[in-house]
């Protein structure tokens, strides 16, 4: 069998690695902190241990894109504090080595409360600098030590539009967050799966050992022998995907409610975060909050939706864009319109107010007076309108006085070939969220893409 070679630096028992080698998930020793895994880890989720249901679910899931076997490996870190960790996450190897060099000889670990991922977050701060703002957002993620893949994801062609509703800055600490979450995750997958293999190998001889010292069952020895060359499956649970599978049912989406309109979120698994959906079935609405400084929440949180499928679709290939080894998620969510019409709401399409709006949002600066009943607390809850996509600091560069003439229309993100301006709807009041928070339970559909390297890898 392969020799365990176990770093120091993993978290990984070696009874779980064991049990990882034999399982053939692990395929490979420990090498420079990292090893190759089987890309089994990113199969689908298993129906077997939801309800048949979704009469008294919180949400309806369907799996899409997932091959049939898994005959491809990735490397993955063991350690989720080290070096390989920071080039899994999208720094180049010199950058990476500096970062944890830096967090590794704090002096005084003990009290120093930052982890080597806020080292990191901090070392990208600098393109808040006034000094990247004449880069162009290649030449500013070199700057920092971002990876030759991170680079080219970050500026693919096809997601201008998308890249340019946030800063550069935002981008690039979404995209490290994603990745550093996904492989949170990826490594408690790991772990999961090692416990649940272990529990079934000693139920097994356990089984085995019984029949064997049964009297009259000789014969029956050689046949129950264990084989040490079985494999284990891989078998994923919902709840290794951040979904309890006491709340979903594995169905295909269902038709619009009568009296229903449908709202749509594109997001990487991980982005929506662990609790969304919680085990009584409730929903944290603030796991898929957008923070201040959007296109429409100057100061506090919202909550961003969209009612155009094909732009909530153009969001989650962003995400598995950004990010090989995690799945996505395209969420669908059902509102009962008399709940719709018993909200304050604004329209605030491409026009003259847009244009200041968006500008006095993006930019950090104090609102006047006239846009107080967009987003003051206790005043509109919903605000309906045209999603902007250049980058903030383009926007932000725009002098007060050339708003007007600069934000042309080519500022208004489009819907893929036809031209249309795409939509946002933003609920911008807490009590109206919560309120949204119970009217969607059970009215949920989330369709779950397997990571691009379960496919086999980015295609170029």
Same mark, same amino acid.
């Given at each position: 069998?392969?020799?365990?070679?176990?770093?120091?630096?993993?978290?990984?028992?070696?009874?779980?690695?064991?049990?990882?080698?034999?399982?053939?998930?692990? $395929?490979?020793?420990?090498?420079?902190?990292?090893?190759?895994?089987?890309? !089994?880890?990113? *199969?689908?989720?298993?129906?077997?241990?939801?309800?048949?249901?979704? *009469?008294?679910? *919180?949400?309806?899931?369907?799996?899409?894109?997932?091959?049939?076997?898994?005959?491809?490996?990735?490397?993955?870190?063991?350690?989720?504090?080290?070096?390989?960790?920071?080039?899994?996450?999208?720094?180049?190897?010199?950058?990476?080595?500096?970062?944890?060099?830096?967090? /590794?000889?704090?002096?005084?670990?003990?009290?120093? @409360? =930052?982890?080597?991922? /806020?080292?990191?977050?901090?070392?990208?701060?600098?393109?808040?600098? @006034?000094?990247?703002?004449?880069?162009?957002?290649?030449?500013?993620?070199?700057? &920092?030590?971002?990876?030759?893949?991170?680079?080219?994801?970050?500026?693919?062609?096809?997601? +201008?539009?998308?890249?340019? +509703?946030?800063?550069?800055?935002?981008?690039?600490?979404?995209?490290?967050?994603?990745? %550093?979450?996904?492989?949170?995750?990826?490594?408690?997958? $790991?772990?999961?799966?090692?416990?649940?293999?272990?529990?079934?190998?000693?139920?097994?001889?356990?089984?085995?050992?019984?029949?064997?010292?049964?009297?009259?069952?000789?014969?029956?020895?050689?046949?129950?022998?264990?084989?040490?060359?079985?494999?284990?499956?891989?078998?994923?649970? @919902?709840? =290794?995907?951040?979904? @309890?599978?006491?709340?979903?049912?594995?169905?295909?989406?269902?038709?619009?409610?009568?009296?229903? &309109?449908?709202?749509?979120?594109?997001?990487?698994?991980?982005?929506?975060?662990?609790?969304?959906? !919680?085990?009584?079935?409730?929903?944290?609405?603030?796991?898929? !909050?957008?923070?201040?400084?959007? /296109?429409?929440?100057?100061?506090?949180?919202?909550? %961003?939706?969209?009612?155009?499928?094909?732009?909530?679709?153009?969001?989650?290939?962003?995400?598995?864009?950004?990010?090989?080894? *995690?799945?996505? #998620? $395209?969420?669908?969510?059902?509102?009962?319109?008399?709940?719709?019409?018993?909200?304050?709401?604004?329209?605030? #399409?491409?026009?003259?107010?847009?244009?200041?709006?968006?500008?006095?949002?993006?930019?950090?600066?104090?609102?006047?007076?006239?846009? /107080?009943?967009? #987003?003051?607390?206790?005043?509109? =809850? &919903?605000?309906?309108?045209?999603?902007?996509? %250049?980058?903030?600091?383009?926007?932000?560069?725009?002098?007060?006085?050339?708003?007007?003439?600069?934000?042309?229309?080519?500022?208004?993100?489009?819907?893929?070939?036809?031209?249309?301006?795409?939509?946002? #709807?933003?609920?911008?009041?807490?009590?109206?969220?919560?309120?949204?928070?119970?009217?969607?339970?059970?009215?949920?559909?989330?369709?779950?893409?397997?990571?691009?390297?379960?496919?086999?890898?980015?295609?170029?």
């Amino acid at each position: 069998m392969t020799s365990i070679l176990l770093s120091a630096e993993e978290m990984f028992s070696i009874e779980e690695t064991q049990s990882l080698l034999e399982d053939q998930i692990f $395929l490979s020793s420990c090498v420079l902190g990292k090893r190759k895994v089987s890309a !089994a880890l990113l *199969s689908p989720p298993s129906s077997n241990t939801s309800r048949s249901s979704s *009469s008294s679910t *919180s949400a309806s899931v369907r799996t899409l894109g997932f091959p049939s076997t898994s005959n491809h490996s990735f490397e993955i870190p063991t350690a989720e504090r080290s070096i390989a960790a920071l080039e899994f996450i999208g720094f180049d190897t010199l950058t990476a080595t500096a970062i944890y060099d830096r967090w /590794d000889s704090r002096p005084d670990p003990h009290r120093c @409360p =930052d982890d080597l991922i /806020d080292y990191a977050y901090s070392d990208i701060s600098r393109l808040n600098s @006034p000094s990247f703002q004449d880069y162009t957002p290649r030449e500013a993620m070199a700057k &920092i030590g971002m990876s030759q893949d991170f680079q080219d994801a970050l500026t693919d062609p096809r997601f +201008t539009s998308i890249c340019g +509703t946030e800063t550069l800055h935002y981008w690039v600490k979404d995209t490290l967050m994603i990745n %550093y979450a996904t492989l949170l995750q990826l490594q408690a997958r $790991l772990k999961n799966h090692a416990a649940r293999s272990r529990a079934v190998k000693k139920s097994r001889r356990a089984r085995i050992q019984d029949i064997i010292q049964a009297p009259g069952l000789h014969a029956a020895q050689q046949q129950l022998q264990p084989s040490s060359s079985v494999t284990a499956t891989f078998n994923m649970t @919902p709840e =290794d995907y951040n979904i @309890p599978s006491n709340q979903i049912a594995f169905e295909t989406e269902g038709p619009v409610l009568p009296g229903h &309109i449908v709202l749509y979120k594109g997001k990487a698994s991980y982005e929506v975060g662990e609790g969304w959906i !919680a085990d009584d079935g409730s929903l944290n609405m603030r796991s898929i !909050a957008t923070y201040a400084h959007g /296109d429409f929440n100057p100061e506090s949180v919202a909550y %961003y939706w969209t009612p155009e499928k094909e732009v909530a679709e153009e969001y989650r290939e962003w995400a598995a864009r950004r990010c090989s080894w *995690s799945e996505t #998620w $395209l969420i669908r969510i059902q509102i009962p319109v008399q709940f719709v019409n018993s909200l304050t709401s604004q329209e605030l #399409w491409y026009s003259p107010n847009w244009k200041e709006y968006v500008w006095y949002c993006r930019g950090v600066k104090t609102l006047p007076a006239k846009f /107080d009943s967009l #987003w003051a607390t206790g005043e509109t =809850d &919903i605000i309906k309108g045209h999603i902007c996509s %250049y980058l903030s600091a383009q926007v932000t560069r725009i002098k007060q006085e050339n708003v007007q003439t600069t934000m042309t229309e080519d500022f208004a993100m489009k819907i893929g070939s036809s031209g249309r301006k795409a939509t946002q #709807w933003a609920f911008m009041q807490r009590n109206s969220v919560e309120r949204l928070r119970e009217q969607i339970r059970g009215k949920i559909h989330i369709d779950i893409t397997a990571a691009t390297m379960a496919q086999g890898g980015f295609q170029k």
